[in-house]
């Protein structure tokens, strides 16, 4: 089922990048996962454009969405880089500070109480976690360090029959950067996952074994 209107008007006026039909897939994903009745988790909020979609699954189903980041933008999105965005720059400390935008995304939506907002390194969060997820959504840095940080950090809390999603896997070095593609490949290397569904940039994987 897609979400009501007013989910997908707030996803859309939301500032970020990911395209309607990847968005789709994502909610889809995160409904099924949430069935599960565990927390579903994203790596990488950034403005909360994905975190509304998972939000919106966990309200459905009684959960919670969990969402980690620092907040300080990833590497691209640093000066002088393509994605910068200027506007979320705190003029004080003259760095980017991209929370208060999530904070007023997730008002807007009406969802901040179905969010668990982690601020802070995704390897120091996974490292204290200690609660199964229905779904783990990998759409952090895209350096090797921090995408392989992130699976290493999560994917070993993912329960059987859980879902991990990947976002911006491109086969091609043309379409863009390769360390989300390395992790989906280790994924399914690993024998522990099953495809799903793949949208553009997005996969989908099902946990049916042990390990990572």
């Known amino acids: 089922m897609a979400p009501k209107p007013e989910t997908l008007a707030a996803f859309e006026a939301a500032k970020g990048f990911m395209p309607l039909d990847e968005g789709l897939?994502?909610?889809?994903?995160?409904r099924e996962a949430a069935a599960l009745r565990m927390p579903l988790l994203e790596v990488g909020t950034y403005c909360g454009r994905s975190t509304i979609l998972l939000a919106d699954a966990a309200r459905e189903a009684g959960v919670t969405a969990v969402t980690v980041d620092h907040h300080r933008g990833s590497e691209e999105q640093q000066p002088g880089w393509e994605y910068h965005d200027a506007s979320v720059v705190d003029p004080v400390v003259g760095r980017m500070d991209t929370l208060p935008t999530f904070r007023r995304t997730l008002h807007q939506a009406g969802?901040?109480?179905?969010?668990?907002?982690?601020?802070g390194r995704s390897p120091q969060a996974a490292a204290v976690w200690g609660t199964p997820l229905g779904l783990v959504f990998i759409d952090?840095?895209?350096?090797?360090?921090?995408?392989t940080a992130d699976y290493e950090g999560w994917v070993p809390h993912?329960?059987?029959?859980?879902?991990?999603?990947?976002?911006?896997v491109f086969a091609d070095p043309a379409d863009g950067?390769?360390?989300?593609?390395?992790?989906?490949?280790?994924?399914?290397?690993s024998g522990a996952f099953t495809e799903v569904?793949?949208?553009?940039?997005l996969h989908v994987l099902r946990r049916t074994g042990l390990g990572i």
């Not at 897939?25 to 995160?30: I, P």
């Not at 993912?158 to 911006?168: K, P, T, Y």
């Not at 950067?177 to 290397?189: D, I, T």
């Open 25 to 30: 897939a994502l909610h889809a994903a995160a």
């Open 111 to 119: 969802l901040e109480e179905h969010v668990l907002a982690l601020v």
């Open 140 to 147: 952090g840095g895209h350096t090797d360090e921090h995408a």
């Open 158 to 168: 993912l329960a059987e029959g859980g879902l991990l999603v990947i976002h911006d």
């Open 177 to 189: 950067g390769q360390a989300p593609y390395r992790v989906y490949r280790r994924a399914l290397g």
């Open 197 to 201: 569904s793949v949208t553009r940039s």
